[in-house]
Nanobody, 121 residues
């Protein structure tokens, strides 16, 4: 059973930093693109940042210059370092990964359970 387990969320003051982690566990063949999405109350889930297996990155305009996504392929883990946090960054953050369960299987999307990030103004 493949699982994505997030950690690192919490309450932080405006302007402060926070780092999220997401580790993939279970049996699988490979991990393709990994990423972070977020969903604020009353809003749709939106992309925050993605990183490919060879570390090509993509960011939402709203977080460019403040957030940094990275990954450790040896640990099957993706990170999101968030600096200069704003109140509007408050949301549940979800980890996502395209994981190939077996050699002869196509990759499919997996999601973490979500971790709450609250930025006090």
């Amino acid at each position: 059973q493949v699982q994505l387990v997030e950690s690192g969320g919490g309450l932080v003051q405006s302007g402060g930093p926070l780092r999220l982690s997401c580790a993939a566990s279970g049996r699988f063949f490979s991990i393709n693109t990994m990423g972070w999405y977020r969903q604020a109350p009353g809003k749709q889930r939106e992309l925050v940042a993605t990183i490919t297996s060879i570390c090509g990155t993509n960011y939402a305009d709203s977080v460019k210059g403040r957030f940094t996504i990275s990954r450790d392929n040896a640990k099957n883990t993706v990170y999101l370092l968030m600096n200069s946090l704003k109140h509007e960054d408050t949301a549940v953050y979800y980890c996502n990964a395209g994981i190939r369960p077996g050699l002869s299987m196509y990759a499919r999307d997996y999601w973490g359970q979500g971790t709450q990030v609250t930025v006090s103004s």
